[in-house]
């Protein structure tokens, strides 16, 4: 699921993992947080691990 970096943000805080989604179609976890800051940068989680969170007390509260 792609997420910008604000969002992206917020869900590391809270221990998702995220990934970095580059234009030359591959990915990275994404290991400093000040990257989410940086413009024209698109992040990603994978869906078993959004699905684990909508399904935790955090995901419930973000809804």
């Known amino acids: ?13 809270i221990g998702v993992t995220i ?3 580059r234009e030359n179609d591959t990915e990275g976890m994404v290991d400093d947080p000040d990257v989410f800051d940086e413009k024209d940068r698109l992040f990603g989680v994978e869906k078993p691990e ?5 399904q935790s007390d955090n995901g419930r ?3």
Request: aromatic content about 12%.
């Open 1 to 13: 699921m792609p997420v910008t970096g604000i969002t992206a943000k917020a869900l590391a805080r």
């Open 19 to 21: 990934y970095e989604l």
């Open 50 to 54: 959004w699905n684990a969170f909508m």
């Open 61 to 63: 509260d973000s809804l």
